[in-house]
């Protein structure tokens, strides 16, 4: 007579090998890079600098200055705020400009989310 329950209690060993060998494998696919973190100095001063000037950069700077990390770092609500408004709001960022794009924008928030990092 063949053995049905040592048969039967083999199945679970089975599922769990195929199981653990199928999660091995899909570990070992490339896995997406991780989303760098965003600094000042490296990716929110550039964006400034190409983005906000003339209005907000000495020496033709007529508004608040973006010039310094600190500057910036202090107004980070605002700045978010404002470049995350409808074109047509008259308090949009930038002003009679094209609007940043939505991989800017997030530049922005991703290095408030970061931790305001200067480096």
Known sequence: ??????F????PILIF??????????SKSDPSPADPIIT???HIKPLIA???????????????WFNTYDATKQNIDEIIRRIQLPITDTLSMPWKRAK???????????????GLLEK
Do not use: A
């Open 100 to 114: 940043l794009s939505n991989d800017e924008i997030r530049k922005f928030i991703k290095w408030k989310g970061d």
């Open 40 to 42: 000042y100095n490296v």
């Open 8 to 11: 039967l209690g083999g199945i």
């Open 17 to 26: 090998t195929f199981l653990g060998s199928y999660l091995s494998s899909c």
């Open 50 to 64: 190409s983005r906000c000037t003339p209005c907000h950069l000495p020496p033709d700077g007529f508004k608040t």
């Open 1 to 6: 007579m063949f053995p049905l329950k040592k």
